[in-house]
Structure formats: C-alpha cells, structure tokens
C-alpha cells in the first residue's frame, strides 16, 4: 500500500474512533467542572467537546476526503487502473500483445517507457498536462459508472503529436530520418500527426466495435 493509502486508512480510523466517543459519551462532557487536561492544556468540558466534535465532523472527514483523491490521482496513472473499465480492455490487451504494430504496442515491447506507459503519453508534459490528464480521467469515471458511453469509445481532441515529440525530437535516430525534418513544421504546427506516417496508437476504431472479428480477442480481462 501506498503512503496516501495508509494515510487515508489513519485518518478515517481517527474520525470513526471520535466519532464513537461522541456517539457514547454524548454531551455528559458539558457537565463536567473541572478542567480537561489536553497534553499541556487544560480544557473545560464544553471545550474539549467542541473542538472533538470539531475533528470528527469537520476536520478529520476533509482531511481523509483528501488523502484519498490523492490516492485515487496517483493510482491512475498505472495501466492497472485503465485496465479497471471494460472499455478499455482493448487498449491495454493491444499494448501487451507482441505481435501488434500498434504505437502502444511498440513502445510496450522496445522499453520506450518504463511503467506507467498509458500516462505518460496521455499527460502531456509540466503540470497542466497533468491535471488535465487527470481531470480526463474524473470525466471518464463518470461516464462509465453511469454508463454514458457507447462502443467504441472515441477520444476527445486530436492526438497529442506534442508528447511525441517531447520525448523523440532531438534524438539520433529521430534526427536520422529526413522526413522528420521535412514534416517538422507540420508537426510543430498540429497539421500532421506522427500516425499519419507510423499507424494508429491503439486498435482501429472498428475492430473495437462489438460484432468485428477482432472485438472478442481484444476483450479479454487483462488483468
């Protein structure tokens, strides 16, 4: 388990704990006289009522609330977490198949990028990518927990040429071939994209269509 997930487990365990002692002991706290000592404070009753029921049903809750978004943002980025929705089986069974020429596949099988493959050419690059990435992902839970989608899934926007090239522009081989100097203002541009010449991502669009001879290969839980 993560850092973020143990923190998550902490912090809830601490609000359902006071939340108990507040469920028991109830408001027999307020008639008490004598001071309630707190460390190296000392509290009336009325006071150390107030600032537990302060954590238990304020701070504690926001903070658990918190540490488990985080978790959920940073368990996203593994192919994992992709691989959770059905719709994406495809994809991610597509990635892992030796025999695809698919881009996925290729970066997959070369070791072009260690772990994490789905983020990273979905994210973009500096914080904004990130956040949009992982905002993108938010939209696509909605949808697919309230099943508004429709097979096959369409991506928003156009492909992310800029990822691309923020990995492989600038390097021997990529400085090797002559076309990528000649398309290089296209490219820069969003003109031309890197599959217009080095074939699609991910499977076609109608061999992810139920009833395509390809559709039940590609569903198989990967997990």
Same mark, same amino acid.
């Given at each position: 388990m993560s850092?973020?997930? =143990?923190? @998550?487990?902490?912090?809830?365990?601490?609000t359902l704990v006071l939340g108990l002692l507040l469920l028991i002991r109830g408001p027999s706290w307020l008639k008490r006289t004598r001071p309630i000592q707190l460390g190296v404070v !000392?509290?009336?009753?009325? !006071? @150390?009522?107030?600032?537990?029921?302060?954590?238990?049903?304020?701070?504690?809750?926001? !903070? @658990?609330?918190?540490?488990?978004h985080v978790e959920l943002l940073e368990g996203a980025k593994s192919v994992e977490a992709c691989a959770g929705?059905?719709?994406? =089986?495809?994809?991610? $069974?597509?990635?892992?198949?030796?025999?695809?020429?698919?881009?996925?596949?290729?970066?997959?099988? $070369?070791?072009y990028?260690?772990?994490?493959? &789905?983020?990273? &050419?979905?994210?973009?690059?500096?914080?904004?990518g990130a956040l949009s990435a992982k905002l993108e992902g938010y939209r696509h839970l909605v949808r697919y927990t309230t099943g508004i989608y429709q097979e096959p899934i369409r991506m928003r926007g156009k492909f992310d040429t800029a990822s691309c090239l923020n990995c492989h522009e600038g390097t021997r081989p990529f400085e090797a071939i002559n076309s990528h100097h000649v398309a290089s203002e296209r490219l820069a541009e969003g003109t031309m994209s890197c599959t217009n010449c080095h074939g699609p991502a991910h499977p076609t669009r109608s061999e992810r269509t139920p009833g395509d001879a390809h559709y039940q290969g590609l569903m198989r839980d990967p997990l």
């Open positions: 850092l973020f997930a =143990w923190v @998550t487990l902490g912090v809830g365990g601490l !000392a509290l009336s009753g009325v !006071a @150390t009522y107030k600032l537990v029921a302060f954590f238990a049903i304020a701070a504690l809750p926001v !903070a @658990t609330l918190g540490a488990a929705c059905h719709v994406m =089986w495809p994809m991610v $069974n597509d990635l892992h198949d030796p025999a695809s020429d698919s881009l996925a596949a290729r970066h997959f099988k $070369n070791r990028i260690q772990g994490e493959e &789905c983020y990273h &050419c979905h994210s973009g690059y500096g914080f904004n």
